[in-house]
Protein backbone atom coordinates (compact mmCIF):
# COMPACT_ATOMS: atom_id res chain seq x y z
CA UNK A 1 0.00 0.00 0.00
CA UNK A 2 1.51 3.33 -1.03
CA UNK A 3 1.18 6.86 1.00
CA UNK A 4 -1.64 7.56 -1.36
CA UNK A 5 -3.55 4.73 -0.63
CA UNK A 6 -2.76 5.14 2.99
CA UNK A 7 -4.52 8.65 3.56
CA UNK A 8 -7.42 7.47 1.16
CA UNK A 9 -8.27 4.56 2.82
CA UNK A 10 -7.81 6.69 6.92
CA UNK A 11 -10.08 8.84 4.92
CA UNK A 12 -12.04 6.94 4.32
CA UNK A 13 -12.75 5.15 7.41
CA UNK A 14 -12.80 8.88 9.72
CA UNK A 15 -14.48 11.93 8.39
CA UNK A 16 -12.17 13.80 10.78
CA UNK A 17 -8.87 11.69 10.01
CA UNK A 18 -6.23 14.04 8.93
CA UNK A 19 -5.03 12.94 5.30
CA UNK A 20 -1.96 12.18 7.01
CA UNK A 21 0.81 8.99 5.31
CA UNK A 22 1.72 8.28 9.36
CA UNK A 23 -1.43 8.44 11.20
CA UNK A 24 -3.70 7.16 8.59
CA UNK A 25 -1.05 4.15 8.61
CA UNK A 26 -1.66 3.51 12.60
CA UNK A 27 -5.77 3.96 12.07
CA UNK A 28 -5.47 1.50 9.59
CA UNK A 29 -3.55 -0.83 11.95
CA UNK A 30 -5.79 -0.38 14.71
CA UNK A 31 -8.84 -1.04 12.07
CA UNK A 32 -7.62 -4.53 11.11
CA UNK A 33 -6.76 -5.02 14.69
CA UNK A 34 -10.23 -4.47 15.67
CA UNK A 35 -11.30 -6.30 13.35
CA UNK A 36 -8.79 -9.49 14.41
CA UNK A 37 -8.81 -9.63 17.62
CA UNK A 38 -11.49 -10.46 20.21
CA UNK A 39 -13.16 -7.47 21.45
CA UNK A 40 -11.62 -7.81 24.89
CA UNK A 41 -8.03 -7.98 23.73
CA UNK A 42 -8.56 -4.88 21.39
CA UNK A 43 -10.17 -2.74 24.41
CA UNK A 44 -7.67 -4.04 26.96
CA UNK A 45 -4.50 -4.01 24.85
CA UNK A 46 -4.59 -2.11 21.93
CA UNK A 47 -6.81 0.22 22.39
CA UNK A 48 -4.79 2.39 24.83
CA UNK A 49 -2.12 2.73 22.67
CA UNK A 50 -0.65 5.67 21.40
CA UNK A 51 1.46 5.90 18.52
CA UNK A 52 4.15 8.14 17.11
CA UNK A 53 5.23 7.47 13.46
CA UNK A 54 8.27 8.81 11.94
CA UNK A 55 7.95 11.12 9.01
CA UNK A 56 9.28 9.09 6.49
CA UNK A 57 7.02 5.61 7.57
CA UNK A 58 10.53 3.93 8.72
CA UNK A 59 9.56 3.65 12.02
CA UNK A 60 6.42 3.61 14.51
CA UNK A 61 6.90 4.07 18.15
CA UNK A 62 4.19 2.88 20.43
CA UNK A 63 3.66 4.31 23.99
CA UNK A 64 2.55 1.88 26.49
CA UNK A 65 1.28 2.34 30.20
CA UNK A 66 3.77 0.67 32.37
CA UNK A 67 6.28 -1.64 32.31
CA UNK A 68 3.83 -5.12 32.44
CA UNK A 69 1.78 -3.88 30.27
CA UNK A 70 4.62 -3.10 27.81
CA UNK A 71 6.24 -6.63 28.19
CA UNK A 72 2.87 -8.37 27.64
CA UNK A 73 2.26 -6.48 24.22
CA UNK A 74 5.79 -6.93 23.35
CA UNK A 75 5.28 -10.70 23.92
CA UNK A 76 1.69 -11.15 22.81
CA UNK A 77 0.92 -8.47 20.07
CA UNK A 78 4.39 -6.96 18.12
CA UNK A 79 5.13 -9.34 16.03
CA UNK A 80 1.59 -9.03 14.60
CA UNK A 81 1.34 -5.70 14.47
CA UNK A 82 4.95 -5.28 12.94
CA UNK A 83 3.54 -7.61 10.50
CA UNK A 84 0.55 -5.86 9.78
CA UNK A 85 2.68 -2.21 9.16
CA UNK A 86 5.05 -4.40 6.97
CA UNK A 87 1.94 -5.50 4.85
CA UNK A 88 -0.40 -1.98 5.04
CA UNK A 89 3.03 0.44 4.40
CA UNK A 90 4.10 -2.33 1.64
CA UNK A 91 8.34 -1.87 3.25
CA UNK A 92 9.95 -2.73 6.24
CA UNK A 93 9.17 -0.62 9.40
CA UNK A 94 10.63 -0.43 12.75
CA UNK A 95 8.45 -1.10 15.71
CA UNK A 96 9.55 0.64 19.16
CA UNK A 97 7.32 0.20 22.67
CA UNK A 98 8.20 2.53 25.44
CA UNK A 99 7.05 3.52 28.48
CA UNK A 100 4.61 6.31 28.48
CA UNK A 101 5.31 8.73 31.60
CA UNK A 102 2.22 8.71 33.92
CA UNK A 103 0.84 11.60 33.35
CA UNK A 104 0.51 11.03 29.92
CA UNK A 105 -3.11 10.24 28.76
CA UNK A 106 -3.60 6.48 28.64
CA UNK A 107 -6.90 6.30 26.77
CA UNK A 108 -6.89 7.43 23.04
CA UNK A 109 -9.26 6.20 20.60
CA UNK A 110 -9.13 5.22 16.94
CA UNK A 111 -9.71 8.80 16.43
CA UNK A 112 -6.92 10.42 18.69
CA UNK A 113 -3.61 8.74 17.63
CA UNK A 114 -0.94 10.72 18.77
CA UNK A 115 1.72 11.88 15.94
CA UNK A 116 5.11 13.20 16.54
CA UNK A 117 5.29 16.33 14.10
CA UNK A 118 9.17 15.37 12.85
CA UNK A 119 11.36 14.15 15.36
CA UNK A 120 12.11 10.58 14.75
CA UNK A 121 15.53 11.36 16.04
CA UNK A 122 14.56 11.87 19.42
CA UNK A 123 12.58 8.62 19.70
CA UNK A 124 14.78 6.51 18.14
CA UNK A 125 17.06 7.75 20.50
CA UNK A 126 15.00 7.16 23.49
CA UNK A 127 15.50 10.90 24.79
CA UNK A 128 12.57 12.77 26.39
CA UNK A 129 11.58 14.29 23.49
CA UNK A 130 8.51 16.49 24.30
CA UNK A 131 5.53 15.91 21.61
CA UNK A 132 2.91 18.41 20.30
CA UNK A 133 0.48 16.74 23.11
CA UNK A 134 3.25 16.79 25.96
CA UNK A 135 4.12 13.80 25.86
CA UNK A 136 7.50 12.38 27.16
CA UNK A 137 8.59 9.15 25.69
CA UNK A 138 10.51 6.96 27.68
CA UNK A 139 13.25 4.49 26.28
CA UNK A 140 11.74 2.66 23.28
CA UNK A 141 12.74 -0.65 22.82
CA UNK A 142 12.75 -2.66 19.48
CA UNK A 143 9.78 -5.22 19.48
CA UNK A 144 11.00 -7.13 16.45
CA UNK A 145 14.63 -8.14 18.07
CA UNK A 146 13.45 -7.92 21.62
CA UNK A 147 12.35 -11.12 23.87
CA UNK A 148 9.51 -10.92 26.24
CA UNK A 149 10.29 -10.94 29.71
CA UNK A 150 7.37 -10.16 32.10
CA UNK A 151 8.12 -8.01 35.02
CA UNK A 152 8.27 -9.21 38.44
CA UNK A 153 6.39 -6.43 39.53
CA UNK A 154 3.08 -7.53 37.37
CA UNK A 155 2.75 -10.55 39.72
CA UNK A 156 0.84 -8.57 41.89
CA UNK A 157 -0.99 -6.75 39.34
CA UNK A 158 -4.95 -7.21 39.60
CA UNK A 159 -6.02 -10.04 36.85
CA UNK A 160 -2.62 -10.83 35.96
CA UNK A 161 -1.24 -11.62 39.28
CA UNK A 162 -0.92 -15.41 37.90
CA UNK A 163 0.73 -14.00 34.71
CA UNK A 164 -1.39 -16.33 32.61
CA UNK A 165 -3.13 -15.36 29.27
CA UNK A 166 -6.82 -16.59 29.19
CA UNK A 167 -6.55 -16.56 25.50
CA UNK A 168 -4.01 -19.96 25.98
CA UNK A 169 -6.60 -22.79 26.98
CA UNK A 170 -7.25 -26.44 26.56
CA UNK A 171 -10.07 -25.35 23.89
CA UNK A 172 -8.19 -23.52 21.77
CA UNK A 173 -5.06 -26.00 21.68
CA UNK A 174 -5.50 -28.46 18.74
CA UNK A 175 -5.43 -31.91 19.97
CA UNK A 176 -3.02 -34.63 17.28
CA UNK A 177 -0.62 -37.35 17.62
CA UNK A 178 1.77 -34.93 18.20
CA UNK A 179 1.03 -33.60 21.49
CA UNK A 180 -1.46 -36.27 22.46
CA UNK A 181 0.41 -37.57 25.41
CA UNK A 182 1.21 -34.04 26.91
CA UNK A 183 -1.93 -32.61 26.94
CA UNK A 184 -3.36 -35.52 28.75
CA UNK A 185 -0.95 -35.36 31.12
CA UNK A 186 -1.71 -31.54 31.67
CA UNK A 187 -5.39 -32.60 31.73
CA UNK A 188 -4.98 -34.63 34.36
CA UNK A 189 -2.65 -31.99 36.12
CA UNK A 190 -5.09 -29.69 36.28
CA UNK A 191 -8.19 -31.58 36.93
CA UNK A 192 -5.87 -33.39 40.65
CA UNK A 193 -2.86 -31.26 41.07
CA UNK A 194 -0.36 -32.59 43.63
CA UNK A 195 -1.54 -36.13 43.20
CA UNK A 196 0.00 -38.09 39.79
CA UNK A 197 3.07 -37.23 37.74
CA UNK A 198 4.25 -34.21 39.55
CA UNK A 199 6.52 -32.90 38.64
CA UNK A 200 5.33 -32.80 34.68
CA UNK A 201 7.95 -31.98 32.54
CA UNK A 202 7.36 -31.18 28.99
CA UNK A 203 10.14 -30.67 26.31
CA UNK A 204 9.84 -30.21 22.55
CA UNK A 205 11.15 -27.51 20.05
CA UNK A 206 10.55 -24.03 19.39
CA UNK A 207 7.18 -22.72 18.64
CA UNK A 208 5.41 -26.12 19.16
CA UNK A 209 2.97 -25.52 22.07
CA UNK A 210 4.81 -25.99 25.18
CA UNK A 211 3.69 -22.57 26.59
CA UNK A 212 0.48 -22.78 25.61
CA UNK A 213 0.19 -25.78 27.16
CA UNK A 214 1.57 -25.12 30.69
CA UNK A 215 -1.14 -21.84 30.19
CA UNK A 216 -3.71 -23.76 29.78
CA UNK A 217 -3.19 -26.26 33.03
CA UNK A 218 -3.27 -22.89 35.02
CA UNK A 219 -6.60 -21.45 33.33
CA UNK A 220 -8.10 -24.72 33.81
CA UNK A 221 -7.26 -25.23 37.89
CA UNK A 222 -7.84 -21.26 38.04
CA UNK A 223 -12.05 -22.13 36.14
CA UNK A 224 -12.09 -24.87 38.64
CA UNK A 225 -10.40 -23.31 42.05
CA UNK A 226 -10.64 -19.59 41.16
CA UNK A 227 -8.63 -18.83 45.12
CA UNK A 228 -5.83 -21.51 43.93
CA UNK A 229 -2.50 -19.53 43.82
CA UNK A 230 -1.40 -20.48 40.62
CA UNK A 231 1.69 -18.79 39.19
CA UNK A 232 3.27 -19.22 35.62
CA UNK A 233 6.64 -17.32 35.18
CA UNK A 234 9.74 -17.96 32.04
CA UNK A 235 12.62 -19.56 33.89
CA UNK A 236 14.62 -16.06 32.65
CA UNK A 237 12.11 -14.11 35.32
CA UNK A 238 12.56 -16.69 38.02
CA UNK A 239 16.67 -15.80 37.57
CA UNK A 240 15.72 -12.12 37.54
CA UNK A 241 13.55 -12.39 40.65
CA UNK A 242 16.60 -14.58 42.57
CA UNK A 243 18.79 -11.82 41.49
CA UNK A 244 16.73 -8.85 43.03
CA UNK A 245 15.87 -10.56 46.07
CA UNK A 246 19.83 -11.06 46.59
CA UNK A 247 20.35 -7.50 45.62
CA UNK A 248 17.50 -5.83 47.75
CA UNK A 249 18.22 -8.43 50.63
CA UNK A 250 14.23 -9.34 50.53
CA UNK A 251 14.41 -13.68 50.59
CA UNK A 252 11.32 -13.97 52.88
CA UNK A 253 9.16 -11.90 50.35
CA UNK A 254 11.03 -14.45 47.75
CA UNK A 255 9.92 -17.37 49.26
CA UNK A 256 6.57 -16.24 50.25
CA UNK A 257 5.96 -15.62 46.62
CA UNK A 258 7.27 -19.15 45.34
CA UNK A 259 7.24 -21.77 48.38
CA UNK A 260 3.23 -20.53 48.75
CA UNK A 261 1.74 -21.38 45.42
CA UNK A 262 -0.69 -24.14 44.61
CA UNK A 263 0.77 -24.37 40.92
CA UNK A 264 3.93 -23.27 39.64
CA UNK A 265 4.20 -23.31 35.83
CA UNK A 266 8.01 -22.38 34.81
CA UNK A 267 8.59 -22.03 30.78
CA UNK A 268 12.15 -22.78 29.50
CA UNK A 269 14.33 -24.17 32.20
CA UNK A 270 16.94 -25.24 30.51
CA UNK A 271 17.96 -21.15 31.14
CA UNK A 272 18.95 -21.96 34.66
CA UNK A 273 21.65 -23.48 32.77
CA UNK A 274 25.20 -22.02 34.86
CA UNK A 275 23.00 -20.23 36.87
CA UNK A 276 24.56 -21.89 40.45
CA UNK A 277 22.60 -19.95 43.05
CA UNK A 278 19.15 -19.75 40.81
CA UNK A 279 19.04 -23.40 41.02
CA UNK A 280 19.80 -23.59 44.18
CA UNK A 281 16.97 -21.16 45.01
CA UNK A 282 14.90 -23.53 42.88
CA UNK A 283 15.78 -26.55 44.50
CA UNK A 284 14.57 -24.61 47.50
CA UNK A 285 11.42 -23.90 45.79
CA UNK A 286 10.84 -27.49 44.28
CA UNK A 287 11.22 -29.17 47.60
CA UNK A 288 9.07 -26.95 49.29
CA UNK A 289 6.23 -27.15 46.93
CA UNK A 290 6.42 -30.71 46.03
CA UNK A 291 6.31 -31.32 50.40
CA UNK A 292 3.16 -29.61 50.29
CA UNK A 293 1.94 -31.16 47.75
CA UNK A 294 1.56 -28.14 45.47
CA UNK A 295 2.33 -29.04 41.56
CA UNK A 296 5.22 -27.81 39.08
CA UNK A 297 5.09 -28.04 35.62
CA UNK A 298 8.10 -27.23 33.86
CA UNK A 299 8.72 -26.92 29.73
CA UNK A 300 12.33 -27.56 28.17
CA UNK A 301 13.46 -27.63 24.90
CA UNK A 302 15.07 -31.25 26.17
CA UNK A 303 14.54 -34.16 28.10
CA UNK A 304 15.94 -33.49 31.52
CA UNK A 305 19.12 -35.38 30.71
CA UNK A 306 20.15 -33.66 28.21
CA UNK A 307 19.59 -30.55 29.84
CA UNK A 308 23.64 -29.39 30.06
CA UNK A 309 25.13 -27.34 33.20
CA UNK A 310 22.30 -28.19 35.46
CA UNK A 311 23.00 -29.66 39.08
CA UNK A 312 22.33 -33.53 39.01
CA UNK A 313 20.32 -33.28 41.66
CA UNK A 314 17.92 -30.65 39.93
CA UNK A 315 18.07 -33.32 36.81
CA UNK A 316 17.12 -35.46 38.81
CA UNK A 317 13.86 -34.25 40.36
CA UNK A 318 12.65 -33.18 36.93
CA UNK A 319 12.37 -36.82 35.46
CA UNK A 320 10.87 -37.99 39.03
CA UNK A 321 7.58 -37.24 38.11
CA UNK A 322 6.63 -37.40 34.28
CA UNK A 323 8.84 -35.92 31.49
CA UNK A 324 6.51 -36.45 28.41
CA UNK A 325 7.89 -35.19 24.60
CA UNK A 326 5.49 -32.51 22.19
CA UNK A 327 6.61 -33.52 18.75
CA UNK A 328 6.53 -31.34 15.17
CA UNK A 329 2.73 -31.55 14.50
CA UNK A 330 1.95 -33.91 11.77
CA UNK A 331 0.24 -32.34 8.54
CA UNK A 332 -3.50 -33.29 9.60
CA UNK A 333 -2.65 -31.43 12.75
CA UNK A 334 -1.47 -28.66 11.07
CA UNK A 335 -4.47 -28.51 9.10
CA UNK A 336 -6.29 -28.16 11.63
CA UNK A 337 -4.53 -25.80 13.56
CA UNK A 338 -4.37 -23.38 10.59
CA UNK A 339 -8.55 -23.97 9.60
CA UNK A 340 -9.06 -23.55 13.50
CA UNK A 341 -7.11 -20.52 14.30
CA UNK A 342 -8.35 -18.97 10.84
CA UNK A 343 -11.49 -19.15 12.48
CA UNK A 344 -10.55 -17.81 15.66
CA UNK A 345 -9.54 -14.76 13.56
CA UNK A 346 -13.40 -14.50 12.14
CA UNK A 347 -11.57 -15.71 8.97
CA UNK A 348 -12.50 -18.89 6.53
CA UNK A 349 -9.55 -21.01 5.56
CA UNK A 350 -10.68 -23.69 2.61
CA UNK A 351 -9.45 -27.26 3.57
CA UNK A 352 -7.19 -26.96 0.14
CA UNK A 353 -5.58 -23.83 1.35
CA UNK A 354 -4.65 -25.02 4.96
CA UNK A 355 -3.22 -28.31 3.24
CA UNK A 356 -1.19 -26.44 0.81
CA UNK A 357 0.33 -23.95 3.70
CA UNK A 358 0.17 -27.21 5.99
CA UNK A 359 2.52 -28.80 3.64
CA UNK A 360 4.99 -26.02 2.88
CA UNK A 361 5.21 -24.92 6.59
CA UNK A 362 5.99 -27.87 8.50
CA UNK A 363 8.32 -26.68 11.23
CA UNK A 364 6.47 -25.34 13.91
CA UNK A 365 3.01 -23.51 15.07
CA UNK A 366 4.53 -20.47 15.25
CA UNK A 367 5.41 -19.93 12.06
CA UNK A 368 2.35 -21.54 10.57
CA UNK A 369 0.60 -18.99 12.56
CA UNK A 370 3.02 -16.31 11.12
CA UNK A 371 2.15 -17.49 7.37
CA UNK A 372 -1.86 -17.78 8.13
CA UNK A 373 -1.55 -14.01 9.50
CA UNK A 374 0.57 -13.04 6.11
CA UNK A 375 -2.54 -14.95 4.21
CA UNK A 376 -5.30 -13.14 6.17
CA UNK A 377 -3.59 -9.58 6.05
CA UNK A 378 -2.74 -10.21 1.91
CA UNK A 379 -6.07 -11.38 1.51
CA UNK A 380 -8.07 -8.19 3.25
CA UNK A 381 -5.93 -5.43 1.64
CA UNK A 382 -6.03 -6.91 -1.51
CA UNK A 383 -10.06 -7.64 -1.32
CA UNK A 384 -9.23 -10.99 -2.55
CA UNK A 385 -10.84 -14.38 -1.46
CA UNK A 386 -8.35 -16.44 0.24
CA UNK A 387 -7.05 -19.17 -2.26
CA UNK A 388 -3.92 -21.31 -2.80
CA UNK A 389 -2.82 -18.69 -5.49
CA UNK A 390 -3.41 -15.85 -2.92
CA UNK A 391 -1.23 -17.92 -0.02
CA UNK A 392 1.44 -18.63 -2.89
CA UNK A 393 1.41 -14.78 -3.23
CA UNK A 394 1.45 -13.71 -0.04
CA UNK A 395 4.17 -16.62 1.25
CA UNK A 396 6.17 -15.81 -1.56
CA UNK A 397 9.27 -15.29 0.60
CA UNK A 398 8.78 -17.79 2.99
CA UNK A 399 8.37 -20.78 0.10
CA UNK A 400 11.25 -19.25 -2.05
CA UNK A 401 13.99 -19.49 0.77
CA UNK A 402 12.50 -22.95 1.88
CA UNK A 403 13.20 -23.85 -2.05
CA UNK A 404 16.65 -22.14 -1.78
CA UNK A 405 17.56 -23.39 1.38
CA UNK A 406 16.20 -27.07 2.12
CA UNK A 407 17.04 -29.16 -1.21
CA UNK A 408 17.90 -33.37 -1.21
CA UNK A 409 21.11 -32.53 -2.03
CA UNK A 410 21.85 -30.26 0.58
CA UNK A 411 19.48 -32.97 3.23
CA UNK A 412 22.12 -35.55 2.09
CA UNK A 413 24.85 -33.61 2.83
CA UNK A 414 24.16 -32.49 6.19
CA UNK A 415 22.81 -36.20 7.30
CA UNK A 416 26.01 -37.28 5.33
CA UNK A 417 27.99 -35.13 7.57
CA UNK A 418 26.28 -35.84 10.98
CA UNK A 419 26.58 -39.60 10.96
CA UNK A 420 29.97 -39.25 9.60
CA UNK A 421 29.92 -41.10 6.01
CA UNK A 422 30.55 -40.02 2.95
CA UNK A 423 27.66 -38.17 0.24
CA UNK A 424 28.13 -40.67 -1.85
CA UNK A 425 26.93 -43.60 0.16
CA UNK A 426 23.65 -41.99 0.22
CA UNK A 427 23.44 -42.98 -3.47
CA UNK A 428 25.14 -46.53 -3.40
CA UNK A 429 24.29 -50.21 -2.95
CA UNK A 430 25.86 -50.52 0.53
CA UNK A 431 23.57 -51.90 2.68
CA UNK A 432 25.40 -51.76 6.11
CA UNK A 433 23.56 -50.43 8.98
CA UNK A 434 26.16 -47.90 9.65
CA UNK A 435 24.41 -46.33 6.06
CA UNK A 436 21.80 -47.99 5.77
CA UNK A 437 20.36 -45.93 8.53
CA UNK A 438 21.27 -42.58 7.95
CA UNK A 439 20.21 -43.49 4.76
CA UNK A 440 16.47 -43.83 5.87
CA UNK A 441 17.28 -40.84 7.91
CA UNK A 442 17.91 -38.91 4.84
CA UNK A 443 14.75 -40.04 3.26
CA UNK A 444 12.81 -38.94 5.64
CA UNK A 445 14.10 -35.85 5.93
CA UNK A 446 13.36 -35.28 1.87
CA UNK A 447 10.12 -36.50 1.99
CA UNK A 448 9.46 -34.10 5.52
CA UNK A 449 11.46 -30.84 3.96
CA UNK A 450 10.92 -30.64 0.52
CA UNK A 451 8.22 -30.75 -1.90
CA UNK A 452 9.55 -33.94 -3.90
CA UNK A 453 7.42 -36.79 -4.68
CA UNK A 454 8.52 -40.69 -3.52
CA UNK A 455 9.46 -41.35 -6.86
CA UNK A 456 11.55 -38.11 -7.29
CA UNK A 457 13.46 -38.89 -3.93
CA UNK A 458 14.05 -42.20 -4.81
CA UNK A 459 15.66 -41.34 -7.84
CA UNK A 460 17.97 -38.55 -6.05
CA UNK A 461 18.76 -41.52 -3.67
CA UNK A 462 20.28 -43.81 -6.61
CA UNK A 463 17.59 -44.62 -8.64
CA UNK A 464 15.88 -46.60 -5.66
CA UNK A 465 12.16 -47.67 -6.06
CA UNK A 466 9.51 -45.26 -4.41
CA UNK A 467 8.48 -48.43 -1.88
CA UNK A 468 11.74 -48.59 -1.01
CA UNK A 469 11.32 -44.54 0.27
CA UNK A 470 7.91 -45.30 1.71
CA UNK A 471 9.80 -48.04 3.60
CA UNK A 472 12.02 -45.58 4.81
CA UNK A 473 9.81 -42.61 6.31
CA UNK A 474 7.38 -44.98 7.65
CA UNK A 475 10.12 -46.74 9.58
CA UNK A 476 11.46 -43.57 10.81
CA UNK A 477 8.43 -41.54 11.13
CA UNK A 478 7.24 -44.51 13.70
CA UNK A 479 10.41 -45.16 15.21
CA UNK A 480 10.84 -41.15 16.22
CA UNK A 481 7.76 -41.92 18.34
CA UNK A 482 9.58 -44.27 20.73
CA UNK A 483 12.92 -43.31 20.36
CA UNK A 484 13.85 -39.91 22.42
CA UNK A 485 17.52 -40.11 21.00
CA UNK A 486 16.52 -40.58 17.35
CA UNK A 487 13.99 -37.82 17.98
CA UNK A 488 16.76 -35.36 19.02
CA UNK A 489 19.10 -35.98 16.61
CA UNK A 490 16.22 -35.24 13.79
CA UNK A 491 15.27 -31.89 15.64
CA UNK A 492 19.27 -31.30 15.07
CA UNK A 493 19.21 -31.94 11.47
CA UNK A 494 16.09 -30.61 11.00
CA UNK A 495 16.86 -27.10 12.77
CA UNK A 496 20.58 -27.26 11.10
CA UNK A 497 18.81 -27.50 7.43
CA UNK A 498 16.08 -24.93 8.04
CA UNK A 499 19.18 -22.79 9.20
N1 LIG B 1 -1.67 -27.65 19.18
C1 LIG B 1 -1.83 -26.33 19.05
N2 LIG B 1 -3.05 -25.82 18.81
C2 LIG B 1 -3.23 -24.49 18.68
N3 LIG B 1 -2.24 -23.59 18.80
C3 LIG B 1 -1.01 -24.03 19.05
C4 LIG B 1 -0.74 -25.42 19.19
N4 LIG B 1 0.57 -25.58 19.43
C5 LIG B 1 1.09 -24.36 19.44
N5 LIG B 1 0.15 -23.42 19.22
C6 LIG B 1 0.36 -21.98 19.12
O1 LIG B 1 1.64 -21.77 18.54
C7 LIG B 1 2.27 -20.66 19.13
C8 LIG B 1 3.60 -21.09 19.70
O2 LIG B 1 3.35 -21.97 20.80
P1 LIG B 1 4.13 -21.86 22.18
O3 LIG B 1 4.58 -20.47 22.45
O4 LIG B 1 3.30 -22.52 23.21
O5 LIG B 1 5.39 -22.74 21.80
P2 LIG B 1 6.61 -23.20 22.70
O6 LIG B 1 6.75 -24.64 22.47
O7 LIG B 1 6.46 -22.73 24.09
O8 LIG B 1 7.81 -22.44 21.99
P3 LIG B 1 9.16 -21.84 22.61
O9 LIG B 1 9.98 -23.00 23.00
O10 LIG B 1 9.72 -21.09 21.45
O11 LIG B 1 8.79 -20.96 23.75
C9 LIG B 1 1.33 -20.12 20.19
O12 LIG B 1 0.60 -19.04 19.65
C10 LIG B 1 0.40 -21.29 20.47
O13 LIG B 1 -0.87 -20.84 20.87
Redesign the pocket.
Known amino acids: MTEEHLSAFASSRFDDAPADPGLGLWQACLEQLAQDLPEQQFNTWIKPLTAQVAEDLSRLTLFVGNRFKLDWIRAQYASRIAALLEALSGHAMVLELALAPREAPQRTSARSVVRAVSSPAGAEAGTAQPTPFGLTPGQPSSATTATPQPSADAASEGAFRTRLNPA ?1 TFD ?5 SA ?1 RMARSAALHVAAMPGHLYNPLFIY ?10 VHAVGNQLLQERPEAKVLYIHAEQFVSDVVKSYQRRTFDDFKARYHGLDLLLI ?2 VQFFANKDRTQEEFFNAFEALLAKKSHIVM ?1 S ?1 TYPKGLANIHERLVSRFDAGLTVA ?1 EP ?1 ELE ?1 RVA ?1 LI ?2 ARAERAEMPEEVAFFVAKNVRS ?3 EL ?1 GALRKILAYSRFNQKEVSIQLAREALRDLLSIQNRQISVENIQKTVADYYKIKVADMYSKKRPASIARPRQIAMYLAKELTQKSLPEIGELFGGRDHTTVLHAVRKIASERQQLTELNQQLHVLEQTLKG
Open positions: LTLVEGNGGVGLGKTHLDDTDIPMINKNVRE
